[in-house]
């Protein structure tokens, strides 16, 4: 029934910006609680950043500053703005959803990680050369 789809994803060069896009279908976009996640090749999946039960938002400590998670429900769309891209950030980018109707913070989403989230997108690519 839940459905996610991310889109914007590309190749940039080292300091160049993008936008990533998450649709979601299939459920009530405002009782979830939701969060970017991304994985490099021979890396463990890692959070991105997180927008809570409260709209409240958070950021891993790699992108604090350059990285903006936005959402409009309207449009049942979650979105991830990333500015000064680096070759670090080059990885499979997830859009994820928590579990329905909890009252989860967007740190307490952060800390659980992998564990506070049930529904995941196909994952977009997103390569940055230096």
């Known amino acids: 029934q839940v459905q996610l789809q991310e889109s914007g994803g590309g190749s940039v060069q080292s300091g160049g910006s993008l936008r990533l896009s998450c649709a979601a279908s299939g459920y009530t976009y405002s009782s979830y609680y939701m969060g970017w996640f991304r994985q490099a090749p021979g890396k463990e999946r890692e959070v991105v950043a997180t927008i809570g039960f409260d709209s409240s938002v958070s950021y891993a400590e790699s992108v604090k500053g350059r990285f903006t998670i936005s959402q409009d429900k309207a449009k049942n769309t979650l979105y991830l703005l990333m500015n000064s891209l680096k070759p670090e950030d080059t990885a499979m980018y997830y859009c994820?959803?928590?579990?329905?109707?909890?009252?989860?913070?967007?740190?307490?989403?952060?800390?659980?990680?992998?564990?506070?989230?049930?529904?995941w997108g196909q994952g977009t690519q997103v390569t940055v050369s230096s």
């Open positions: 994820a959803a928590g579990k329905a109707f909890l009252r989860v913070t967007a740190v307490q989403a952060l800390d659980h990680g992998d564990r506070a989230f049930s529904y």
